[in-house]
């Protein structure tokens, strides 16, 4: 249950001010009595309060270690904006990671350049880009009018220069803050730009934003105009590293379904789209659609739609060729409109969450002045445009629904099953209502934290970690941040709830409580926690408590997954250790490592479960800076019904012959 404002400034206040709420007010009665009685003595001795104040004092981490020198002229420091960008690059790409999570910043550095061809294209300039990944360096060729050769440098280095601050030579780009670019180049150790215009170029090579090399001339070989970019991630900065070519492409992918008319080249692929968002929305889920897949292009706004049998909604949201995971209020307003749309088509007053359940869209708009609330541009701020949106998208779809009544009346029948759905769960939610009394102050086995999704930034880390029984828990509790880390233990292993209906949830306390603990009975848009963190055993017990989990958010609330909310927690399968060091291993080859490296005494222990695992070492296994976390991503929507139907349906004898064939020899017990 959601706390309320109120109810968080009591408990702050409860917190802050508990020496008060402890102390007695004494009045001169009392006074004049104590006199009378034997004074007060401490437990503690004077001296040993000392001692332990001076060790405190030693291990703080921020205790200065000099004399601070004197405050002149020559302490005035300039840090230029490339060398910032490398000293602050999470307040420029979001987050670095290794490349296994789509938003990695590898991926945001070749995302930047590609938008400044994809810009290109957009202005009329070039129909085709070039990219290819070899040994971790990237080259991407556009065909476009090329940067003008004299400000090469300058608009590959100095911050706030560049053309897109000019509406007449770029109207609708992403890229409007001239950092995306400079941020390429301070962030990799080898960086190259040419540009090519009418028969001359510019080439200039930069190595961690300084540069190393220019030159300019005409050229010998005429090529066409455009840009060629080249450049390595810098691995003081994002450690090892690698591509994974699923990412690259799927983004390539994007690009293509957002600018009809453009083609890609990558590995020997052209990834180009004829239809735009209804491309997109075919890859995704044609095989589930109830209905043909519907669409809409306007010069500013375009967006295809359809709906499946699935529980719950499902966006693909951009800005300007830029997919804003976390929408926006380009995608409120769709919303809105969509709604209005289907009401004014039928004559009817459908409510909201029967008239969307079960939806995917993907929307796009062309914004001239994009506001986005964070340098990652993953949300839009703009509020000028709703009227807008809103308008245009009830009459696209207004028209749409005219042209199509066959579909227009299987949107009809889904809306209506929706709505049917909705009346048989609200029934059972009030055979459930004495049980939500009960809990709705306090939700059995959830270790709450401070602070919440709704509490802005101070929410913005907070996670709740799904754990397997009473014995992991214990472990976690002793060693969370109870700031920001909430815990839900379950019993064991929870129900299986593949083909299940929506209204079994209520049926089954133990899932019943954690969709109660998340906030996310009425809409996954209300969501407690910025992270939802499963965290079971490394054995099959775990895993099968995995699958379980993921089989509930998947069938029930799918959107949680796509939206990238869902992770899975790694913890180490091994301890090595010797008498000076301890290294935890994640793998039998980083076992296998740690033991050479540590020599022949050292002591190998196998962690079975997390229960095994102490608080005091548990702590850096759930600490934001150095625990290990895989996303839970889908590939495409219409690839989740099957995959839930073979591991988790009742073909039991396909299963078993599937796990027979794909057993390891050599199983690690």
Request: charged share 30%.
């Given at each position: 249950m959601k706390k309320?404002k109120?109810s968080?400034?009591?408990?702050e206040?409860?917190?802050?001010?508990l020496?008060?709420?402890?102390?007695k007010?004494i009045d001169k009665k009392?006074?004049?009595k104590?006199k009378k009685e034997e004074?007060?003595?401490?437990?503690?001795?004077?001296?040993?309060?000392a001692?332990n104040?001076?060790k405190a004092?030693a291990?703080d981490?921020f205790k200065?270690?000099?004399?601070a020198?004197?405050?002149?002229d020559?302490?005035?420091?300039?840090?230029?904006a490339?060398?910032h960008?490398r000293?602050r690059?999470?307040?420029?790409i979001?987050?670095l990671?290794?490349?296994?999570?789509q938003?990695?910043?590898?991926y945001?550095?070749?995302?930047e350049?590609?938008d400044?061809?994809?810009?290109e294209?957009?202005?009329?300039?070039?129909n085709?880009?070039?990219?290819?990944i070899?040994?971790?360096?990237?080259s991407?060729r556009?065909?476009g009018r090329?940067?003008?050769l004299?400000k090469?440098?300058?608009?590959?280095?100095?911050?706030n220069t560049?053309?897109?601050y000019?509406?007449d030579?770029?109207?609708?780009?992403?890229g409007?803050?001239?950092?995306g670019?400079?941020a390429v180049?301070?962030?990799?150790?080898?960086?190259?730009?040419?540009?090519?215009r009418?028969?001359?170029?510019t080439d200039?090579?930069?190595s961690?934003?300084r540069?190393i090399?220019?030159?300019s001339?005409?050229l010998?070989?005429m090529?066409?105009?455009?840009?060629?970019f080249e450049f390595?991630?810098?691995e003081e900065?994002f450690?090892k590293?690698s591509?994974?070519?699923?990412f690259?492409?799927?983004?390539l992918?994007?690009y293509?379904y957002l600018?009809?008319?453009?083609t890609?080249?990558?590995?020997?692929?052209?990834?180009?789209?004829?239809n735009?968002?209804?491309?997109?929305l075919k890859?995704e889920?044609e095989?589930?659609?109830?209905?043909k897949?519907?669409s809409y292009?306007?010069?500013?706004?375009q967006?295809?739609?359809?709906?499946t049998?699935?529980y719950?909604?499902?966006?693909?949201?951009?800005?300007?060729?830029q997919?804003?995971?976390?929408?926006?209020t380009?995608l409120?307003a769709f919303?809105?409109g969509?709604l209005k749309?289907?009401n004014?088509?039928?004559h009817?007053?459908?409510?909201?969450?029967d008239v969307r359940?079960?939806?995917?869209?993907?929307?796009?708009?062309?914004?001239k002045d994009p506001?986005?609330?964070?340098?990652t541009?993953?949300?839009?701020?703009?509020?000028d445009i709703?009227a807008?949106?809103?308008?245009e998208?009830?009459?696209?779809?207004?028209?749409?629904?005219?042209?199509?009544?066959?579909?227009?009346?299987?949107l009809?029948?889904?809306?209506?099953?929706?709505?049917?759905?909705?009346t048989?769960?609200?029934?059972?939610?009030?055979e459930?209502?004495?049980?939500a009394k009960k809990i709705?102050l306090?939700?059995p086995?959830l270790?709450?934290c401070?602070?919440?999704?709704?509490d802005?930034?101070k929410?913005?880390q907070s996670?709740?970690?799904v754990?397997?029984?009473?014995?992991a828990t214990g472990?976690?509790?002793?060693s969370r941040?109870?700031a920001f880390q909430a815990i839900f233990?379950?019993?064991g292993?929870p129900?299986?709830?593949?083909g299940?209906?929506q209204?079994?949830?209520?049926?089954n306390e133990?899932?019943?409580?954690l969709?109660?603990a998340?906030?996310?009975?009425?809409d996954t848009?209300l969501?407690?926690?910025s992270k939802?963190v499963?965290a079971?055993?490394?054995?099959?017990?775990g895993?099968?408590i995995?699958?379980?989990?993921?089989?509930f958010f998947?069938?029930y609330?799918?959107?949680?997954?796509t939206?990238?909310r869902v992770?899975i927690?790694?913890?180490p399968?091994?301890?090595?250790?010797n008498?000076k060091?301890?290294?935890?291993?994640?793998?039998?080859a980083e076992?296998?490592k740690?033991v050479k490296?540590?020599?022949?005494g050292?002591?190998?222990?196998r962690f079975k479960g997390?229960?095994?695992i102490?608080?005091?070492?548990?702590r850096?296994?759930?600490?934001?800076k150095?625990?290990?976390?895989t996303?839970?991503e889908?590939?495409?929507?219409?690839?989740?019904p099957?995959?839930?139907?073979f591991?988790?349906?009742k073909?039991?004898?396909e299963r078993?012959?599937?796990?027979?064939?794909?057993?390891k020899?050599?199983?690690d017990a």
């Amino acid at each position: 249950m959601k706390k309320t404002k109120e109810s968080k400034d009591e408990q702050e206040s409860e917190s802050e001010f508990l020496a008060w709420k402890k102390a007695k007010t004494i009045d001169k009665k009392s006074a004049d009595k104590s006199k009378k009685e034997e004074s007060f003595v401490p437990g503690v001795s004077e001296k040993q309060t000392a001692e332990n104040l001076a060790k405190a004092r030693a291990i703080d981490p921020f205790k200065s270690k000099k004399a601070a020198a004197e405050y002149t002229d020559a302490q005035i420091q300039h840090l230029d904006a490339l060398s910032h960008i490398r000293l602050r690059s999470g307040m420029y790409i979001g987050r670095l990671g290794d490349g296994s999570n789509q938003n990695d910043g590898i991926y945001i550095l070749l995302k930047e350049i590609i938008d400044n061809s994809v810009d290109e294209f957009i202005m009329g300039f070039g129909n085709r880009i070039d990219v290819s990944i070899e040994n971790n360096i990237v080259s991407v060729r556009d065909f476009g009018r090329g940067i003008p050769l004299s400000k090469v440098v300058e608009c590959v280095s100095e911050i706030n220069t560049g053309a897109k601050y000019n509406d007449d030579v770029f109207q609708f780009s992403v890229g409007m803050n001239g950092v995306g670019t400079k941020a390429v180049n301070a962030l990799s150790s080898h960086f190259r730009v040419v540009s090519v215009r009418d028969g001359n170029f510019t080439d200039a090579i930069f190595s961690k934003g300084r540069l190393i090399s220019q030159k300019s001339g005409a050229l010998k070989n005429m090529q066409a105009n455009g840009t060629y970019f080249e450049f390595q991630p810098d691995e003081e900065i994002f450690g090892k590293y690698s591509f994974n070519l699923e990412f690259v492409e799927k983004r390539l992918w994007n690009y293509a379904y957002l600018n009809t008319g453009l083609t890609i080249r990558f590995g020997g692929r052209d990834f180009t789209s004829e239809n735009g968002l209804l491309d997109l929305l075919k890859s995704e889920i044609e095989s589930e659609s109830i209905y043909k897949i519907g669409s809409y292009r306007g010069e500013h706004l375009q967006f295809a739609f359809t709906h499946t049998n699935a529980y719950g909604e499902n966006y693909f949201s951009f800005v300007n060729g830029q997919y804003t995971s976390d929408g926006g209020t380009h995608l409120s307003a769709f919303k809105e409109g969509f709604l209005k749309g289907v009401n004014d088509f039928f004559h009817e007053n459908y409510k909201s969450e029967d008239v969307r359940d079960g939806i995917t869209a993907a929307v796009l708009v062309k914004v001239k002045d994009p506001i986005f609330e964070s340098q990652t541009k993953n949300k839009l701020g703009n509020t000028d445009i709703r009227a807008w949106i809103v308008a245009e998208t009830q009459s696209g779809l207004d028209d749409w629904l005219h042209k199509n009544p066959k579909e227009a009346e299987l949107l009809k029948q889904k809306i209506e099953a929706n709505e049917k759905l909705r009346t048989e769960l609200n029934s059972v939610k009030k055979e459930a209502k004495e049980a939500a009394k009960k809990i709705s102050l306090k939700i059995p086995k959830l270790k709450d934290c401070r602070f919440h999704l709704e509490d802005g930034e101070k929410g913005a880390q907070s996670m709740i970690f799904v754990t397997e029984g009473d014995s992991a828990t214990g472990s976690m509790i002793g060693s969370r941040d109870p700031a920001f880390q909430a815990i839900f233990s379950l019993r064991g292993k929870p129900e299986n709830m593949y083909g299940k209906k929506q209204s079994d949830i209520y049926k089954n306390e133990e899932l019943y409580n954690l969709m109660m603990a998340l906030g996310i009975e009425q809409d996954t848009s209300l969501l407690r926690y910025s992270k939802i963190v499963i965290a079971t055993d490394a054995d099959n017990d775990g895993f099968h408590i995995r699958n379980l989990v993921l089989t509930f958010f998947l069938g029930y609330f799918e959107e949680l997954v796509t939206s990238g909310r869902v992770w899975i927690l790694e913890t180490p399968l091994f301890r090595a250790r010797n008498k000076k060091d301890t290294i935890y291993c994640y793998s039998e080859a980083e076992r296998d490592k740690a033991v050479k490296k540590l020599g022949a005494g050292a002591e190998v222990t196998r962690f079975k479960g997390l229960g095994e695992i102490s608080p005091h070492e548990f702590r850096q296994f759930i600490d934001p800076k150095t625990m290990h976390l895989t996303p839970v991503e889908v590939q495409a929507l219409k690839n989740v019904p099957p995959l839930l139907a073979f591991y988790m349906g009742k073909n039991t004898p396909e299963r078993r012959d599937f796990i027979v064939h794909h057993l390891k020899e050599d199983i690690d017990a």
